[in-house]
């Protein structure tokens, strides 16, 4: 072969190879992407179980309680506030600010305020990119 030839195969193959490399790459970054809000979905159900358990009927109002309750541990009233954040529904932002105070976190102490602002946002409409692949009508309130 001559070396021009053998110059436009490798550019050929380099092209090849970088287009499989993106292509595998953004594959990965999809299926990660619908993995991790499956298990972000997974999350809120198991929240929801624990608060309809203990307060049947509105899911929104049943974690909203559980997070609001001193009988349950902190670690546990953060998932809550966590999950409100997930379902984004405004009718939490009662619980959420009531507890929001702004300042430095104390997870000994009290709910945790990092946890406490994220939700406050998604509740008051900010965007979260893995509510679609997870929220359907039964988690919607």
Known sequence: MKPDSENAVRKTNWKKRITVSLVAAVGFLVVAYFAISLVIGSGVR??????LGEQPGDRVAAIMAYADASTHSLKDR?????????????RALAVLEKYYTGQPCDHDRALCQHELKKAIKLCRGGTNLSAFVWRRGSLRS
């Open 78 to 90: 953060n998932r809550a506030v966590w999950a409100l954040g997930q379902l984004g529904d405004p």
């Open 46 to 51: 198991s929240v929801s179980a624990a608060a």
